[in-house]
């Protein structure tokens, strides 16, 4: 015999362990259980009992649901109670360092970096650093093999040689010209001192002559004497001339095998410098940070105006330059000196004191901020160019009567804070000065000493009553953003 369970669907909560029932699903699965096995006596029995027990579970709901909802009338009740005096947490004001800092990002950069090229085309026939390596100066990176510059060279160096010969013959050619000139000198001189003496006797035989002493045939031949002296005296004077004219040839044929002896110079020095181009050094002391080459590699001069990959790069980082850019608003604070603290990213526990070494003195028009630089000096390595930093600098430091940021009260633009004064809450305006974070300057308004509420100020009335709960004062700022003893510290 099969049994049917009419009933309407329920469905209930049981709160102790969270299960959902469902009237009809139970209907359903009971009728399985005992379809065949029971009789409907029994059956009554059972469900009525089931549903016993389902009343019973909601009661239980019901009275933990009224309890909690009287629990939260009372809470309600106990807070607005106006006759309640609120607790408040109170501090006495202190004097204390505060300091103007401005936190900013920088990025850290090599104090030199250098991009070596190739100056001569050629194969890479050495490479002898490789990156991380630390180099000094004028150490041998690469060296460049370039054939034709060589035969170049030899080239210059055999035109060197015959320029160095012209000029030995052209020397020995003017030797010969001076001593030419001496020779023709000489017989100048023989010759001017025949025309003299044939002179003083042509005047003797005119005179002669003319007393009828001599004969015609006899004066004659004393004239004839005398022209081919004078004739001489010319000869001689041209072979002067002539040897002189030599001379000036033979110096200017030496000047001209100088001159071609400086051009074979200048060519030999030419190859000489673009093979020592071959040999590519370091200029400075570094480290490598970059390799592009490898042996067997054909290089191109960079001279030849294309974009080529550079054969290494190596940066001097003993000490790094940390470059921040200030904004506009913040400018006026900054100058060449003033203090800085300069954390690396991941290096938290690391902070290095240092100072503004240079500024650009200009505004970048696209961002509107002045970039600054900061030398640091890294004896340990552990600065590198491209690292970020955090920056804080202080462009201001003084001494003042310090309170809490959490103090403050503010109304439009003004500024209040209440004071604890014999169990009641005073309100009293202040001017603020400089701030951080967690604590604020007061210019006026407070007095070391006073007592402040600087937690719960917002929950009571001025000149209510308050229950003080007081808190040893320590300046926050002095912990959590500390104000570092920087020598020249700008006040």
């Not at 920088?106 to 090229?117: E, N, P, Q, T």
């Not at 006026?332 to 938290?348: A, E, Q, S």
């Not at 690391?350 to 509107?368: F, M, N």
Request: net charge positive; with cysteine; aromatic share 6%.
């Amino acid at each position: 015999m099969k049994v049917a369970l009419a009933g309407g669907i329920w469905k209930r909560r049981d709160p102790r362990c969270g299960v959902r029932v469902n009237s009809r699903d139970v209907q359903r699965k009971f009728g399985e259980a005992v379809n065949g096995f029971v009789d409907k006596r029994s059956l009554k029995v059972i469900f009525v009992g089931i549903i016993g027990v389902i009343v019973v579970v909601g009661a239980v709901e019901l009275l933990h649901l009224r309890k909690k909802t009287l629990l939260n009338a009372k809470a309600v009740a106990s807070i607005s109670d106006p006759s309640r005096v609120p607790r408040v947490l109170v501090q006495s004001v202190k004097s204390g360092p505060i300091a103007r800092v401005l936190d900013l990002p920088g990025s850290l950069r090599s104090y030199y970096k250098a991009d070596m090229y190739a100056k001569a085309s050629g194969y890479i026939e050495k490479v002898l650093v490789d990156i991380g390596d630390h180099v000094k100066a004028g150490q041998l990176l690469a060296v460049i093999e370039e054939p034709e510059l060589k035969k170049q060279l030899a080239q210059a160096k055999a035109s060197l040689a015959a320029s160095d010969a012209g000029v030995t013959q052209a020397q020995a050619q003017l030797d010969q010209y001076v001593r030419g000139l001496g020779v023709a000198q000489g017989n100048l001189t023989s010759a001017q001192a025949s025309l003299t003496l044939q002179e003083a006797i042509y005047a003797s035989s005119k005179q002669l002559f003319q007393g009828q002493a001599i004969s015609q045939q006899a004066f004659d031949q004393v004239t004839s004497q005398l022209t081919g002296a004078q004739a001489g005296v010319e000869v001689a004077r041209a072979k002067v001339a002539a040897a002189e004219a030599l001379i000036q040839s033979g110096r200017s044929a030496l000047l001209l095998s100088k001159a071609n002896v400086q051009v074979s110079q200048a060519r030999m020095q030419k190859v000489q410098t673009l093979l020592a181009y071959d040999r590519i050094t370091a200029p400075f002391d570094g480290v490598i940070t970059m390799r592009g080459i490898d042996p067997g590699d054909f290089v191109q001069s960079a001279s030849q105006g294309k974009s080529l990959k550079p054969l290494f790069q190596i940066v001097e980082q003993k000490t790094v330059r940390v470059f921040v850019d200030v904004p506009e608003q913040e400018v006026r604070f900054v100058h060449v000196g003033t203090p800085v603290l300069v954390t690396p990213f991941g290096y938290d526990n690391t902070h290095l004191k240092g100072s503004i070494t240079r500024t650009a003195d200009a505004l970048d028009v696209a961002t509107r901020t002045l970039r600054c630089e900061i030398d640091l000096q890294n004896p340990t390595g552990i600065l590198r160019g491209g690292m970020y930093a955090d920056v804080k600098i202080f462009e201001h430091r003084t001494d003042g009567v310090l309170v809490p940021q959490t103090s403050l009260i503010t109304s439009g633009d003004d500024t209040f804070v209440m004071l604890a004064r014999k169990g009641n809450a005073v309100k009293v305006p202040v001017r603020t000065g400089l701030s951080t974070s967690l604590m604020v300057q007061i210019l006026s308004g407070l007095k070391v000493g006073q007592k402040i509420i600087v937690r719960g100020q917002n929950f009571v009335q001025p000149g209510g009553e308050i229950i003080p709960i007081s808190r040893k004062a320590v300046p926050v700022a002095t912990r959590v953003n500390p104000v570092p003893d920087f020598a020249g510290f700008a006040n």
